[in-house]
């Protein structure tokens, strides 16, 4: 399966979101808005490490204070993409599981 990367939105609304609106619980109240992302990543069907390494290939395209959302199936992505936030001083501003597909939103942060 190959992966999809489209714009969603422009980089100015990304840096006009205030954290804390952005850091929100996943699985918040029902009828909520879904956040847009900068860009949006599709990694279903690839095993580890290929949804990590396209994920950071992803991250070096986006401007500080833009955001990535990704959807993977592989099940480690579930460890792998705290740790990746940690490691790259990434904010992972949610992570939730649905049928099978696991969605993640990160927003990259200055180094």
């Not at 929100?24 to 490490?49: H, N, R």
């Not at 290939?57 to 990704?70: D, K």
Request: aromatic share 2%.
């Amino acid at each position: 399966m190959t992966d999809t990367i489209a714009h969603t939105r422009a980089a100015a609304a990304a840096s006009e979101r205030s954290r804390t609106e952005s850091a929100k619980e996943p699985g918040g109240a029902a009828g909520a808005a879904a956040p847009v992302a900068d860009l949006e990543l599709d990694c279903k069907g690839l095993l580890c490490p290929l949804p990590v390494y396209k994920t950071s290939q992803a991250l070096n395209r986006l401007a500080i204070g833009q955001t990535l959302r990704v959807e993977c199936t592989d099940r480690g992505s579930l460890a792998d993409f705290p740790a990746l936030a940690r490691q790259r001083s990434l904010t992972l501003l949610s992570a939730s599981e649905r049928d099978g597909v696991q969605v993640f939103l990160l927003r990259k942060e200055a180094a």
